[in-house]
């Protein structure tokens, strides 16, 4: 497994990571195959396992705290905040009161005493970012992270964090997580390289675009629910996702690959990006993933691609999992 360094940490990571959200109640139930899977990761090369206190509430960190006993030193463990974490309206965010209890809590459920990389989960509005990178400089200083990042922030929120970290004699975010893949380009406009401006390592999440790319037939059903309008495909949006989707289909069997292959390694192909989160349910999705790993794509391969998707779109405007409040809100655009 190749390595790269994470922004500019100083931390080398391997170019996969293991994303967690699978291992629980959201995915795979059973605890001790969650555990082999994180053993056969790091015993792949994988050095990054990224997990949230969302995940399953909580049970995610609680796997992965399990599965690393004996072997926390050689990990770059990080986990993110910000989801609600119960009924009380405090129990979520960006406030440092949160912050504060949040850490705490995870660190419980990971069983360690310091996290190497804990990351904004997402934008809070009601939240001053000087307020929260105060709180997580803290964090820093007292030994308990080793370095702060963020997920699915726009270019502009990541600029303003920067200037207010300089302005004010914080730490900086040194990392950002977004979501990118061959059908959600649209960080390719103005994240990624805003993040490249920065010297911020980049971990992306979502390559095979939430199963769209796993190379197996979707439906809504097959989803249980979970954002079923996602793969309705009565949505246009998808509609064209779909048409997508066999095309570079095509792609990869030219190009004597699996579409899931074809699709991390489109992924890693961007300078900006230091690491793709795979996010596998079972061991044989985490084998045919690793499989892979060693896949690189030439210009006439990564120029289809773009043909078929064009560079810094987003089929589905949805899959950029980030909505501004002034468009969701009505009030915060009327008098």
């Known amino acids: ?46 050095n990054v396992v990224d997990t949230a206190d969302v995940y399953a509430a909580g049970e995610s960190e609680e796997i992965v705290g399990k599965a690393l006993k004996g072997r926390r030193d ?52 009601a939240t001053d970012i000087d307020e929260t990178l105060s709180a997580l400089s803290d964090l820093v200083r007292s030994g308990k992270v080793r370095a702060i990042g963020t997920s699915t922030f726009p270019a502009e929120h990541l600029v ?4 207010t970290a300089e302005r004010r004699g914080h730490l900086r975010f040194r990392t950002e997580q977004p979501p990118y893949s061959m059908l959600a380009r649209g ?22 675009s939430a199963g769209w790319l796993s190379g197996r037939a979707l439906s809504a059903s097959s989803r249980a629910g979970l954002e079923s309008q996602k793969f309705d495909l009565s949505v246009p949006e998808n ?14 069997a030219q190009a004597g690959l699996t579409l899931p292959h074809l699709a991390t390694a489109f992924v890693r192909a961007h ?7 795979i996010g596998p349910r079972t061991l044989d999705q985490l084998d045919s993933l ?22 810094g779109t987003d089929l589905n405007p949805a899959d950029s999992y980030y909505q501004a409040p002034a468009l969701a809100d009505a009030s915060l655009r009327r008098r």
């Open 271 to 277: 300078p900006a990006v230091t690491s793709v989160i």
């Open 1 to 46: 497994m190749r390595r790269r360094i994470l922004g500019g940490t100083g931390i080398s990571v391997s170019e996969y990571a293991l994303g967690a959200m699978m291992l629980g109640a959201w995915g795979n139930t059973g605890h001790d195959d969650c555990v082999r899977i994180v053993h056969r990761a790091l015993d792949a090369g994988i």
């Open 239 to 252: 509609a064209r996702k779909a048409e997508a989707v066999g095309a570079l289909s095509e792609v990869a």
């Open 290 to 311: 690793l499989d892979g790993a060693d896949v690189t794509l030439d210009a006439d391969v990564l120029d289809r691609i773009d043909a078929i998707v064009p560079p």
């Open 74 to 125: 050689d990990v770059v463990l990080a986990t993110k905040f910000f989801n609600p974490m119960g009924p009380d309206a405090n129990h979520g965010g960006n406030s440092r009161r949160w912050i504060m209890r949040a850490v705490e809590d995870s660190l419980r459920r990971l069983n360690t005493d310091y996290l190497d990389l804990y990351q904004v989960h997402r934008p809070d509005p």
């Open 160 to 163: 303003e964090a920067h200037w």
């Open 187 to 208: 960080v390719e406009s103005a994240v990624l390289p805003t993040a490249q401006r920065y010297g911020m390592g980049v971990l992306t999440w979502g390559p095979l």
